[in-house]
């Protein structure tokens, strides 16, 4: 089991910058790959980010791609999402989720995801 706790969003200007954290239960961590996933009101969840269990290869959405890094520190069983040069379309909650393979989190049938936080950018 592992439980997953989104921390870093808020309320912050267009063309700020913002940093999500991820912190993961359990000592399996380094076994899952991680995404980052939004939802904005009224829309469908999307993907936003994946990293791989040792952290060497990413993959972004388009909508963000330049803009947001995704990384993750196996010692401390945390993974995070850098968001720069933020637009308000960003506005949305935003999931991590882990997955014991790559495909769980590009079909964003995740084993675990976690309770979202909250990233507001206004204009």
């Known amino acids: 089991q592992v439980q997953l706790v989104e921390s870093g969003g808020g309320l912050v200007q267009a063309g700020g910058s913002l940093r999500l954290s991820c912190a993961a239960s359990g000592r399996t961590f380094s076994s899952y790959h991680m995404g980052w996933f939004r939802q904005a009101l009224g829309k469908e969840r999307e993907f936003v980010a994946r990293l791989s269990k040792s952290g060497e290869n990413t993959y972004y959405a388009d909508s963000v791609k330049g803009r947001f890094t995704i990384s993750r520190d196996n010692a401390k069983n945390t993974v995070y999402l850098q968001m720069d040069s933020l637009k308000p379309e960003d506005t949305a909650v935003y999931y991590c989720?882990?997955?014991?393979?790559?495909?769980?989190?590009?079909?964003?049938?995740?084993?675990?995801w976690g309770q979202g936080t909250q990233v507001t950018v206004s204009s």
């Open positions: 989720a882990a997955g014991r393979s790559v495909s769980s989190i590009a079909t964003m049938i995740p084993d675990y």
